[in-house]
């Protein structure tokens, strides 16, 4: 049910700079505005992109919210089928993995590393 | 004056974000091509100020009040929401059309129950179609959003009625304005699938779009719609709308299916009946 909070933490973080300079200086006061468990904000804290997409986090929030981490684009994808692999499958929404964690980007464009971040 | 073009195109964030990781440079610059000659079109159409009909994805709506329809009707609009390195397009201030778009809700609310907003930030749904169609952002824009992402989604007859509506609307206007629908089709975005598209059912919806087929494009569910087009998928009510705007055939100028920008690229326009 605190999906919903999770999403509008999100939601008001990838669209409010003033919200995303808060994030930088101090998530815990922004955090407490929010109805959150203990494993979603966890998530939210640690950047883990393959847990909150597996929560269920609606993916074009997510995307947004992973291209504020700096996550190389495929490195973005590697760890939302690792978050499947390490959690199981999605538990909400419209944005489950379908394909059985295949990739569906050639793989002469997919020759990035999947760690770290692009800067 | 009235409406004086009509037409579709592709939105998504690699078309931008990602054009240089691209193998085939070629296909890439073929559809930038299909943008450029887009834009002439609309230029040479004398266009006052553009409708871009789009499926934003929470860069001002969220489920705690989740219009929809919605149109923008401020002074000005902000974007892009995203990391502008990211998308690769720099964050600026978009022109709107305060006046005309509050006369085109005024006249679109007589039959559709349309939402209007005096501050919108835009996201890459909007962004990249402007970053093409009006590089310099001198052409006043006026935002219009479909709830696509936030289900219950708004039904697709009434994505068709309020196309009309806002036909009816521009055509009551003395100004000139062109429209797009920006949406994906068949595509599976934000998801491990990222890059998988139906090749065969893009190209039968963009034939009933471009046949006109009412019937046949309002016959979709969502349930088939996310099950053989993905949750992507969700988005072509933006087409359905400027489809129902232009009444007239559409032709498909470009579609073709590019992974790495996780969708089957498409520019499209549609004669005026
Ligand atoms: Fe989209």
Redesign the interface.
């Known amino acids: 049910m605190s999906l919903y909070q999770v999403q509008k933490f999100l939601y008001h973080l990838n669209r409010d700079d003033k919200v995303k300079a808060a994030y930088h200086s101090d998530l815990v006061t922004l955090l407490a505005d929010y109805e959150l468990t203990q494993e979603e904000q966890h998530a939210l804290t640690e950047g883990d992109v393959g847990k909150l997409y597996v929560i269920g986090v609606n993916g074009q929030i997510l995307m947004h919210f992973a291209a504020l981490l700096g996550i190389e684009w495929f490195d973005y994808l590697e760890r939302m089928r690792e978050g499947v692999r390490q959690h199981g499958p999605v538990r909400d929404g419209v944005y489950a993995m379908t394909g059985g964690g295949a990739s569906f980007t050639s793989s002469s464009n997919n020759n990035s590393k999947p760690t770290g971040a692009h800067q | 004056m009235s409406l004086v073009y009509a037409g579709v195109c592709s939105h998504a964030?690699?078309i931008t974000?990602?054009a240089d990781?691209?193998?085939d440079t070629a296909q890439r610059d073929r559809l930038y091509a299909a943008f450029e000659a887009q834009r002439k079109d609309i230029e040479a159409s004398g266009a006052q100020a553009l409708i871009v009909v789009a499926a934003e994805?929470?860069?001002?709506f969220?489920?705690?009040n989740m219009p929809a329809f919605c149109i923008g009707v401020g002074d000005t609009h902000e974007g892009p929401?995203?990391?502008p390195d990211?998308?690769k397009i720099p964050k600026t201030t978009i022109p709107g059309h305060k006046d005309l778009a509050t006369r085109i809700t005024s006249h679109v609310m007589q039959s559709v129950d349309v939402a209007y907003a005096e501050e919108w930030?835009c996201?890459h749904g909007i962004m990249v179609p402007l970053h093409f169609l009006t590089p310099k952002f001198q052409l006043p824009v006026i935002p219009v959003n479909i709830n696509c992402?936030?289900?219950p989604l708004t039904p697709l007859p009434r994505a068709w009625a309020f196309g009309k509506a806002l036909r009816a609307a521009c055509d009551a206007m003395p100004e000139k304005v062109a429209l797009v629908g920006t949406g994906g089709i068949s595509h599976?975005?934000?998801?491990?699938?990222?890059?998988?598209?139906n090749e065969a059912w893009d190209r039968e919806f963009l034939d009933r779009l471009s046949r006109q087929d009412q019937a046949a494009l309002l016959s979709y569910t969502d349930e088939q719609t996310?099950a053989e087009a993905?949750?992507g998928g969700?988005e072509i009510r933006t087409l359905i709308t400027a489809a129902a705007a232009a009444g007239g055939r559409g032709s498909i100028d470009f579609y073709e299916p590019i992974?790495?920008f996780a969708v089957g690229c498409t520019i499209g326009k549609f004669a005026l009946s």
């Open positions: 964030p690699g974000g990602r990781m691209i193998e994805h929470f860069a001002n969220f489920m705690n929401i995203e990391d990211w998308l930030k996201d992402q936030g289900p599976w975005p934000a998801t491990p699938d990222s890059g998988k598209i996310y993905g949750q969700f992974p790495l």
